[in-house]
């Protein structure tokens, strides 16, 4: 068992808690999503070498177990669609490896931790349907897997790991569906969803600048003030999503320019002014 690097059994009925068996391996991957586990994620787990854990989808409760903060190889934490609870720790931000990070559909509460900021390397972050507040960082780096440096894939290479090798599919929304995703389209997917939340303020100006973006959703929240003109910068959008909020002034005509864009909605809000031209990729929407 000391051997054991993989443990793969998602997609089946699985109960009762996470074995503590599991805390005495040196584990890279632990995939018990899709199953009707309970419990809290032990205390002892030691995931010092992990690099993926895919927990979504069970019946986990508790809080993020502060052992979790040792995992300075994770890239992958999916813990998604259970009744964890309390704040999103900060500690999450020295988990410097960290790409996928999806803790949607849970009870976690108060505010994104400022230290979201310090993950360069993520992709894809998912805190939607919880009961956040406060403002969103405005200082999110996201990128995707296809244009991180050499020297962060090089250090994976060399202990035996590619981090290109997703076998375990990432399940993001888009367009309002959720899409699973697996094999090589993973290092081409970015996106941010923080919709259904309590999130209140400005939509900052800085989103403007991930013009490797794919899918934004920052819909069914107290959001204020104007779209920011700056998001004509995200080239590559296929999915904005900006509705149930309270924006205002008016829609920047520069949007237009967006020659991907598939879906873009922005009702429910106080927006005023002439609505967009049917031109370009705007004139292909229905």
């Known amino acids: 068992m000391s051997f054991l690097k993989r443990i793969i059994m998602s997609n089946n009925n699985l109960e009762r808690t996470i074995p503590v068996v599991f805390c005495q391996l040196g584990l890279k991957l632990l995939d018990l999503s899709v199953n009707i586990i309970s419990g809290s994620i032990p205390s002892c787990f030691n995931p010092s070498r992990i690099r993926q854990v895919h927990l979504s989808k069970n019946r986990l409760r508790g809080t993020l177990p ?16 259970n009744f964890l609870s309390g704040s999103i720790p900060s500690w999450i931000g020295g988990l410097l490896n960290l790409s996928y990070l999806l803790l949607s559909k849970n009870n976690f509460q108060g505010e994104t931790p400022m230290e979201l900021c310090k993950l360069s390397h993520l992709s894809l972050i998912n805190l939607s349907h919880n009961n956040l507040s406060g403002r969103i960082p405005p200082c999110l780096k996201i990128t995707t897997l296809q244009d991180v440096s050499e020297d962060y894939v090089g250090r994976f290479m060399a202990r035996g790991f590619s981090i290109f090798s997703f076998n375990e599919p990432i ?4 367009k309002n569906v959720s899409n699973s995703y697996k094999g090589r389209i993973i290092p081409y997917i970015s996106g941010i969803d923080l919709a259904c939340n309590k999130l209140v303020a400005k939509i900052h100006y800085e989103f403007g600048n991930f013009y490797k973006l794919l899918v934004l959703n ?33 829609i920047p005509y520069q949007l237009v320019g967006l020659n991907f864009q598939a879906y873009f ?19 292909t929407f229905d």
Request: proline fraction near 7%.
């Open 171 to 174: 399940e993001f929304p888009v």
């Open 218 to 250: 920052l819909s069914h929240n107290s959001l204020t003030g104007p779209i920011p003109p700056t998001f004509v910068n995200l080239m590559q959008i296929e999915s904005l999503d900006l509705s149930y909020n309270n924006l205002s002034g008016n």
């Open 265 to 283: 909605i922005v009702s429910f809000n106080n927006l005023s002014g002439k609505t967009l031209p049917r031109i370009a990729q705007f004139g």
């Open 66 to 81: 502060d052992v979790l903060r040792n995992s300075s190889t994770l890239v992958k934490l999916d813990i998604s669609d």
